[in-house]
């Protein structure tokens, strides 16, 4: 009968179609440098054969899919390597500038410091301790009074004057910060060369490692050196309120001084005045002394993890493309040798 004619006509045709359609999946998925025995034309060349266009379009589509990727990575190793170049410079940029955390350290008394005084032609008329910021009336200013502080004098070669001896007048400061310890000096100047007479004074740590060292000259050398100098003027009281910064990180710890200074004019009422006056106060500002420590926020760890995930990043990048590039070479020479057959066959 015509109804069980075409179904069987219909089953054969349809396993014939899912033969041919398996067979297909099957050739895409071989290898193409295979080559088939007795040089016979494989299943393949029957598919191109019978469907050209089919098989033309599917290696375009891939063609393109694997260009397209191709970029895409080549755009995620640039990327990558934005990355690498950007961690290594932050990275650097923060061992070089290293982040400053400020602590504040209260103490009940210092170490006396060291003021080195350079007079010149000026001469020291008097020197004492007071408490409570309390000074005195002058009774008689301009005499010669007793030295009430600790002095050591010391000659030496200045390192930034080419060679010139300098002599400087070194007084041990205050050290009772509780007590508002203060220290008052006077000195007079006759025959003054300069139109505006002053006299240079430097800080420095601790007036013990003077009295300690045993080459005084080349310790005031170095201190010359690490430290700043200032001036005070003659016919004022100037009032110097110095405070410790200690800086601690680098390759040593550094040790400085700030200070803030007040002027007020002194009223000479003396007759026949043929010298002048300078009057100079030193004390420390607060109980607090200022620590300064480097911290270096840059992490190795890190940036070492940062960059190894870089790293195979990019040879993953390398790895893909390599394998794509030799993909689309087998095809190639596998279109190449089915146009050959192609050519072979009508030839």
Not at 190 to 204: N, P
Not at 260 to 283: A, M, P
Not at 293 to 301: C, D, G, K, M, Y
Request: hydrophobic share 40%.
């Amino acid at each position: 009968m015509i109804g069980n004619d075409e179904s069987q006509s219909y089953e054969k045709l349809n396993g014939a179609g899912s033969d041919k359609q398996s067979d297909f999946h099957q050739g895409i998925f071989d290898d193409p440098d295979t080559e088939e025995p007795n040089n016979s034309v494989s299943q393949d060349d029957d598919i191109t054969e019978s469907g050209p266009s089919l098989r033309f379009s599917r290696a375009c589509l891939k063609n393109v899919f694997t260009v397209v990727l191709i970029f895409i990575y080549l755009m995620l190793t640039t990327v990558a390597a934005f990355l690498a170049y950007q961690t290594i410079t932050d990275f650097l940029e923060k061992l070089n500038h290293p982040v400053m955390s400020v602590i504040y350290k209260e103490v009940d008394s210092f170490s006396p410091p060291g003021i080195a005084l350079y007079l010149g032609k000026a001469q020291l008329l008097g020197c004492k301790h007071y408490y409570h910021n309390y000074i005195p009336p002058l009774v008689v200013p301009g005499t010669l009074e007793v030295v009430d502080c600790t002095t050591e004098e010391v000659s030496y070669v200045g390192p930034f004057t080419n060679q010139t001896q300098k002599h400087a007048l070194v007084v041990q400061g205050p050290s009772d910060v509780r007590n508002k310890e203060i220290i008052f000096m006077q000195f007079s100047l006759t025959d003054a060369d300069e139109d505006f007479s002053a006299i240079t004074y430097m800080l420095f740590a601790k007036f013990g490692d003077l009295a300690q060292s045993l080459d005084k000259p080349g310790f005031m050398v170095d201190c010359e050196k690490n430290y700043s100098m200032w001036t005070f003027s003659g016919g004022f009281r100037t009032w110097v309120k110095m405070s410790l910064v200690m800086t601690s990180g680098k390759t040593e710890d550094v040790v400085e001084f700030r200070q803030e200074s007040g002027v007020v004019k002194f009223n000479d009422r003396r007759q026949n005045i043929t010298d002048e006056l300078f009057f100079v106060v030193f004390e420390w500002r607060d109980p607090f002394i200022q620590e300064i420590r480097l911290i270096v926020t840059a992490n190795p760890w890190n940036s070492v993890a940062i960059l190894c995930g870089v790293f195979m990043a990019l040879f993953k990048a390398a790895n893909f493309a390599k394998l794509s590039i030799s993909w689309m070479i087998r095809m190639r020479k596998r279109h190449l040798r089915n146009r050959a057959r192609e050519l072979d066959s009508v030839t």
